[in-house]
């Protein structure tokens, strides 16, 4: 049996194998240009191009005319598949972790303090914490000695806690010891790449402290508006003869302070969250690409003006942005989302001293030099930022 094509039939195969031979040689050409091409890791500059995998548990959304990347509840994007483009205003975010972007710059940098507000904004527990009116504080290193023995500072301590070590009450009712007992200044280890180095990062974080006895003490008196020293001595005795009855309810101090201090109970607790993010986040250009910059002014059909801000990259920035833009269409991937197909894209942030000027995703190969970032609606921010780069260049 044999099938004879109409004349139309051999046009569209033969138009159908063309795109497909000219789809994969491109593939192909691209792959042996920029694939194999190892580049030096960046660190950030003022200006910075961040690659962010949106699929790891975070999504960039805008607010207020500005990019803000927020942490998704369980990792799950609760607010639909909406593009960039389509504003999300504040009460949709809520209270969603958002992350402070200059600080995670900045860690990327190698600076610690920075480090420590990355991990308190993404934790909970830090971030919600409440820090008593007046900070009574205690170094990690000052509290090892109290707890090992050192005579003045476990005097010290315990006069800090109006309790003894043990969890016994002292003799002495220090009023301001119960209701702010101390401020341990503790460190969460955490490794960080920092211009391709792996570099163990110290991240300093604030962790309020008081016994529970004293908690016990004030829970009588809590919703008094001033409750008197009379008070509060009576119902610190009275619940000193509780303890005294049952010392079950007796705390260990020591090891509750050891723990907050414990390097490896620190990373179980607050690690993970800023290891997601900064695993997940690569520079992809700074300044030191951009040769230079204009900005086109542009208007839509509703008469709202948008700007594209144009960079031209010297060669090494082309490259690398062709490389980073195939990874984010060649292993593009569909999933399926309440019976939609979603695709997860790499997405870029243009970030200006620490500000998400604009947030494109990636839809194709950006193998040429000059690259539009387009319909960004903050006109300030777009003309200082093609300024500084322009300046940049100037001898």
């Keep these: 049996m044999s099938i004879k094509l109409r004349g139309s039939h051999k046009i569209a195969i033969?138009?159908?194998f063309l795109a497909s031979a000219t789809y994969f040689g491109w593939q192909g050409y691209s792959a042996k240009v920029v694939d194999n091409l190892v580049f030096p890791q960046l660190k950030p500059g003022k200006f910075t191009i961040v690659g962010v995998n949106t699929g790891k548990g975070y999504k960039v959304l805008v607010s207020n005319q500005v990019a803000q990347l927020v942490e998704l509840e369980n990792g799950v994007d609760n607010f639909g598949n909406e593009d960039i483009e389509a504003a999300t205003s504040e009460q949709s975010l809520g209270s969603k972790r958002r992350v402070p972007l200059r600080d995670m710059l900045e860690s990327l940098q190698g600076n610690e303090a920075s480090l420590g507000r990355l991990v308190t904004a993404l934790n909970d527990t830090l971030r919600n914490a409440e820090?008593?009116?007046i900070e009574v504080i205690w170094t990690a290193e000052d509290l090892v000695k109290a707890l090992d023995g050192d005579p003045a500072l476990t005097a010290k301590l315990e006069k800090n806690l109006n309790v003894h070590l043990n969890g016994t009450p002292l003799d002495e009712i220090r009023p301001s010891a119960l209701r702010d007992g101390i401020v341990i200044l503790a460190a969460v280890p955490i490794n960080v790449s920092v211009g391709g180095v792996q570099s163990k990062m110290l991240a300093?974080?604030?962790l309020p402290f008081r016994?529970?006895?004293?908690?016990?003490?004030?829970?009588n008196y809590k919703e008094e508006v001033s409750p008197s020293a009379d008070m509060i001595r009576g119902f610190y005795v009275q619940e000193a003869r509780k303890l005294a009855d049952d010392k079950r309810g007796q705390q260990d101090i020591i090891g509750a302070l050891r723990d907050r201090i414990n390097p490896d109970v620190l990373v179980?607790?607050?690690?993970?969250?800023?290891?997601?993010i900064l695993e997940n986040s690569s520079v992809v250009l700074t300044e030191e690409f951009v040769e230079n910059a204009s900005v086109v002014e542009t208007e839509t059909k509703r008469g709202r003006k948008l700007y594209n801000l144009l960079l031209n990259l010297n060669e090494e920035g082309r490259k690398r942005m062709w490389q980073f833009s195939r990874k984010g269409t060649i292993n593009t991937t569909a999933v399926r989302t309440e019976g939609k197909a979603k695709q997860e894209l790499l997405q870029l942030l243009v970030i200006y001293d620490g500000v998400a000027i604009a947030a494109p995703r990636i839809r194709h190969e950006l193998a040429q030099s000059e690259i539009s970032i387009s319909q960004?609606?903050?006109?300030?921010?777009?003309n200082e930022t093609a300024d500084a780069l322009n300046k940049k260049q100037t001898p």
Aim: glycine share 8%; hydrophobic share 45%; charged share 20%.
């Design 14 to 16: 033969g138009g159908a």
């Design 131 to 133: 820090m008593p009116a």
């Design 376 to 382: 960004i609606p903050e006109k300030g921010l777009v």
């Design 204 to 206: 300093p974080i604030k």
């Design 211 to 219: 016994p529970e006895f004293a908690k016990l003490v004030e829970n």
């Design 268 to 276: 179980l607790q607050f690690a993970a969250n800023p290891n997601r």
